[in-house]
Structures are given as structure tokens and as C-alpha cells.
């Protein structure tokens, strides 16, 4: 009993600590205009304005010294047999992702559409559903990504899809983009669900899409010199 007292103990401990840090973690680096606008792709979901912050909405966002242009070419390029995600391979590969990211840009993997698959493992690993498709396209602007269910059940019946995670490049300047970074996903409000959301899916989210950002900002900024 007592042991069991210590790990309880324990875990309130971790709880307690992880909570004051998620509303920072689901707004990290964005403004508070940032974080109250409507970016491109949430047409798509139920988001309303101002919600980051609740259940399965993250708006992030980070300064990086090139043009969208130059950024933009990292970013059309991810996924598992392209550019990678610039995040950490070592955790992507215990999972089994054989995950490479990508030092340059590669010609080859510069052009997107709608309907895309964005893979996020080999083909061959998790029976192939280990992906995402590209729900919108804004060339130079935005690339928004969803489940493939959603697409074949949701979308093309005119309903708001279960969730989108949207990657979109706002010019400040001919040589300074924001890199934002929005999440969106519906609310449950099954104790198990927000328990779950809050101490295992989005820390680890947080964790692999922070790297990410900042993998895309040393690589852009390094090739822009």
C-alpha cells in the first residue's frame, strides 16, 4: 500500500506540473493575434477564433529570417519518402518511421495538390495508414493536412472533418516570414479523452512539432545565408 501511496503520490506530482505549462505549450511562440485569427484550413473544422488553448486547438508560431519562398520549399517537401519532418529521427525511428530529413531542397520533391498522401512511415508499416492528405493548397502560402478518413467520409459529404494541422507562411518582410503552426481537432468531453489529450498525445505533439519549427528555421536560414 505504501508503494502504491508513493507512485499515486507521484504521478499528482507530474500531473501538477505538466498542467500550468499546457496553456503556454499550445500557444508556444505565437502572439495573441496570432492565436486569435482564423488561419487558412480552419474553414474546414468547427474552430472558431480565439479558442487555442481548448481541447485539440494549438496555434505555434516562429520567426525566420528568409523569405517565404525559400521557406515554403521545406515545407512542401515533408513527409516520410520525401524531405522528412526535421524533427527527431531517433524518436521517429523507435516507432519504426525510418525516418531521413532532408539538408536541401530536392527539385524533385517541390510539387503538391490536393489529394496528396503526406506519409508519415514506410507504405508497408502499420498497414499503410500511417499517412495524412492534403485537404488545401495555397501554393508559396499554406499547406493544410487531414486524415484520408475524413476526406473519403467527412469532407465530400460537406461536414467539418475530425481535425487539421495546417502549416502556413505570413511574409513579414522580402527577407522575414512567420512560420505558423495550426492544430485543430473536435472537443470530446469523455474524461478518458481529455485525459489522454492532455498528458500523452499533446506534450508528445508539442515536443516533435516544436523541433520541427525550429529544424525548418536552421535550414531555411541557413540556405538563405
Keep these: 500500500m505504501k508503494t502504491l501511496a508513493k507512485v499515486l503520490i507521484g504521478v499528482i506530482v507530474i500531473l501538477g506540473a505538466l498542467l500550468p505549462l499546457r496553456p503556454w505549450a499550445l500557444r508556444w511562440g505565437a502572439t495573441d493575434d496570432e492565436a486569435r485569427r482564423q488561419w487558412p484550413g480552419d474553414e474546414l473544422t468547427s474552430y472558431q477564433t480565439g479558442q487555442t488553448g481548448h481541447n485539440g486547438q494549438a496555434t505555434r508560431a516562429i520567426t525566420i529570417h528568409a523569405s517565404a519562398p525559400d521557406v515554403w520549399g521545406w515545407i512542401v517537401q515533408i513527409g516520410q519518402d520525401r524531405g522528412g519532418f526535421y524533427s527527431y529521427t531517433w524518436l521517429e525511428n523507435l516507432f519504426g518511421c525510418k525516418m531521413h530529413n532532408a539538408d536541401r531542397i530536392h527539385p524533385e520533391f517541390q510539387s503538391r495538390a490536393v489529394g496528396d498522401t503526406v506519409w508519415l512511415t514506410p507504405k508497408e508499416r502499420y498497414g499503410g495508414q500511417a499517412r495524412t492528405m492534403v485537404f488545401e493548397l495555397i501554393p508559396g502560402r499554406a499547406m493544410v493536412l487531414g486524415s484520408p478518413q475524413d476526406a ?73 545565408g
Excluded at 162 to 172: A, D, K
Excluded at 191 to 216: Q, S, V
Aim: aromatic share 6%; with cysteine.
Design 152 to 224: 473519403e467520409t467527412v469532407v465530400r459529404a460537406g461536414r467539418a472533418p475530425s481535425g487539421t494541422w495546417g502549416l502556413v507562411l505570413e511574409p513579414i518582410d522580402a527577407h522575414t516570414t512567420r512560420l505558423v503552426v495550426c492544430t485543430r481537432s473536435g472537443e470530446s468531453h469523455r474524461l478518458a479523452d481529455k485525459l489522454i489529450a492532455w498528458f500523452i498525445f499533446d506534450p508528445a505533439h508539442f515536443i516533435m512539432e516544436r523541433k520541427m519549427m525550429l529544424g525548418i528555421k536552421q535550414r531555411a536560414e541557413r540556405a538563405a
